[in-house]
């Protein structure tokens, strides 16, 4: 489809530069597609995707204020792992931290060190084998301290970490049934009882508690923890993603999911209204987050990846623009 000068061109980028590279799947989301190794993602017109990193199992993935991203490693219930850290803008992925922590899924970055103790330490949850569920804090040292649990009686293995806007530490947790809280640090307690584990969940600008659950569906809670609707959204798959959009005028404040019955990732308004913004994400793990930069991020497990989505309206042009000084080539996976 296009000339064997355009292939070289990305090939000689991909070496300068083997993390930021131009690859042709990156180029091909502006028209709407882009071929994996398990099947086609299809995107919106106007979104365009590029992969932002490749690294093992990664999991939940938080940034600092000025763009370093930190990644959980999901390698299998108390196997020891690093964390990882990818400086701003992309880079070399590092490991992170002075040594390993068992299972650490769960990571979040708590930049004023109200739970932590520390400013820019990052939180990580992980679990123990007949232990239980631990929050450590790595300290911008390395440095590594357990500050929550273990207890077998309240966490046994933490995922998601929030704040609110209280700074209230909140977890899902893999194994235990409910969401916790953590006010001082220290300690957690039962915030919200459920009959299973709670999986994803996010807070919106108003400190309610959106929790998908393994049933399928998206309930809402209020910051003490009382049921406010428990059929926001229902027909989803077990183990859906969720996140709220930043505010911003490319993203808004709508819930972002992905749904593994249906391998799409929505968009779901304040009445719980849904609209696609892909599909053909075949991967049973997707994890989600927005970054400093207004972009969307995707990690996805399976695939030892993390995606960078955006919508971008100049898109087409973009394609045109590097169609002209010969970069194209042909598509593949991203």
Sequence with gaps: MFANNAIQAVAQLRILNPVRAITLSAIACAFGSASTAHGEIS????????????????????????????????????????????????????????????????????????????????????????VGGQIKAIRPDGSIETIIGPDLAVMRNPANLRFDSQQRLLMSDNLADGIFVSVDGATASELIALPGPGRSFDVDQNDRIFLATDGGAIRSYDSAGALINGN?????????????????????????????????????????????????????????TFGPDDALYLSITNEDRIVRVVPEPSALALVMTLSAVGVLRRRRSI
């Design 43 to 130: 995107f919106a017109p106007g979104f365009f995707a590029s992969n932002y990193a490749a690294l093992s199992r990664p999991t939940e993935m938080s940034f600092s204020p000025s763009g370093d991203m930190y990644v959980g490693n999901n390698t299998g219930l108390s196997t020891e792992q690093f964390i990882y850290r990818i400086p701003a803008g992309g880079g070399t992925v590092q490991f992170y931290g002075d040594s390993t922590i068992p299972d650490p899924d769960g990571v979040l970055f708590d930049a004023l060190g109200v739970i932590s103790g520390v400013p820019g330490s990052v939180l990580v949850g992980h679990a123990e084998t007949n």
């Design 232 to 288: 926001f959204a229902s027909g989803l798959g077990d183990r859906a993603s969720l996140r709220f959009g930043p505010g911003s005028s490319r993203w808004g404040d709508d819930l972002y999911v992905f749904d593994p019955l249906s391998d799409q990732l929505l968009r779901f308004d304040s009445t719980g209204n849904s609209t696609v913004l892909a599909s053909g994400l075949d991967s049973d793990f997707y994890f989600m």
